[in-house]
């Protein structure tokens, strides 16, 4: 079944770390933005030349979507059950910034239709967060963990983000006790990643900041996925936990060769062997859909060979791993015959492990998977 991501571009205040699509709220903005990505969820059926193609999950990703009224929320949703056989089941996911709900906000948000709240969280550090741009405290957090639980959200989610500038070991660990203290059902841990011209580049150089040493940032993994383990959490992708069965169903279609559709600007798509990508400005993509033009500016045709490798890298990523016999027979291809030459050195160093069909990567191998990865591309 598809996935269908909603993007959201919109934010109170831009963090100094973010090369995300996004800008600052604007609510005239807001309201025609809403309007077009209603008008293109609904000619999606007649564009795909599928009226009703099924979908089990809507994941409303951004950007900050707790910005948008709960109305707009429903209406959106409302679309893409007009538009799309949506499972009665459907996970519908909404990224919230902790600062943009209270208890009313959230229980509105669950009326409308959501069911899975994802907190960008990022630390349970009020000086972290300081330095890294976000508005919200650690105890604003908490709290709307408990405001979500509060408003009938049985499916909640953190992100953290780990090796921050000047964060020690310690420090880090104890964002992961915080963490499993809140007792999510669900958990990301990200690296953060400073692109070139980050303002927080020279924000850390004024302060005199640096990252901790490679090996600290191997060491936070590893141990961050152990206190996890232990808490009850299960590691399901080298990046995510869960308590079992509250895997992110949407998440998992990029992981599983799947198939999904992203409606607003920058929005990607990959759908029946082609990748689409929309225009990343919110008012040309706005204006386009008024225009009843298409908001695609980049759609190419995936060969198989390159279905066969994103499958191939992305599955690897999972903990399961790959099944070899399942993906050669998709592909049509004896798959550790064409790559085994180059994976087996892996394998040796303990990195990967073939269980019968099955490849996956243990977890020293995922600190390595960008190595391990790169024999597929
Ligand atoms: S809230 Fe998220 S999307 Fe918005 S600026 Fe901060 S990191 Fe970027």
């Not at 090369?19 to 604007?26: A, C, S, T, V």
């Not at 972290?128 to 405001?147: P, Y």
């Not at 590691?235 to 198939?259: C, F, T």
Request: hydrophobic share 40%; glycine share 8%; charged share 25%.
């Amino acid at each position: 079944m598809l996935g269908l991501y909603l993007h959201i571009p919109f934010c109170s205040s831009i963090c100094n770390y973010c090369n995300f699509n996004r800008g600052l709220y604007d609510e005239a903005l807001k309201t025609r933005y809403v309007e077009a990505l209603r008008c293109e969820i609904e000619r999606a059926p007649h564009r795909l030349a599928n009226p009703r193609a099924k979908a089990d999950t809507i994941f409303f990703g951004g950007g900050t979507p707790s910005l948008l009224a709960s109305a707009d929320v429903a209406a959106l949703i409302e679309a893409c059950r007009r538009s799309f056989d949506l499972s009665p089941d459907a996970e519908i996911t909404l990224e919230t910034n902790p600062e943009t709900v209270d208890r009313a906000a959230l229980e509105r948000f669950r009326a409308a239709g959501v069911n899975r709240i994802s907190f960008g969280v990022q630390s349970f550090d009020d000086a972290e967060l300081k330095r890294l741009g976000r508005i919200h405290s650690a105890a604003r957090a908490e709290a709307a963990v408990r405001e979500a639980r509060g408003a009938g959200f049985d499916n909640v989610s953190l992100d953290l983000m780990m090796w921050l500038p000047g964060q020690s070991v310690a420090r880090w660990l104890d964002n992961v006790h915080a963490l499993i203290a809140a007792s999510p059902d669900h958990a990301s841990l990200y690296i953060l990643e400073l692109y070139p011209n980050a303002p927080l580049k020279e924000e850390m150089a004024r302060a005199g900041l640096s990252l901790a040493p490679d090996e600290d940032a191997a060491d936070m993994y590893l141990r961050a996925m152990d206190l996890l383990d232990r808490a009850g959490y299960v590691q399901y992708e080298i990046s995510n936990v869960a308590r079992p069965g509250r895997e992110s169903r949407h998440n998992l279609k990029y992981w599983m060769d799947g198939e999904w559709l992203g409606f607003g600007c920058g929005a990607h798509s990959t759908y029946a062997g082609v990748r689409w990508r929309n225009v990343s400005s919110t008012e040309d993509y706005s204006r386009r859909v008024e225009s009843d033009g298409d908001p695609a500016i980049e759609r190419r045709a995936l060969d198989r060979g390159t279905q066969l490798e994103e499958a191939l890298f992305t599955g690897l990523r999972l903990t399961a791993g790959i099944d070899l016999s399942i993906v050669g027979a998709r592909y049509n291809c004896d798959v550790w015959s064409r790559y085994g030459h180059d994976l087996q050195p892996f394998v040796d160093e303990g990195w990967l492990v073939r269980e019968g069909p099955r490849l996956r990567l243990t977890r020293p191998g995922m600190l390595m998977a960008n190595e391990v990865m790169a024999v597929f591309v």
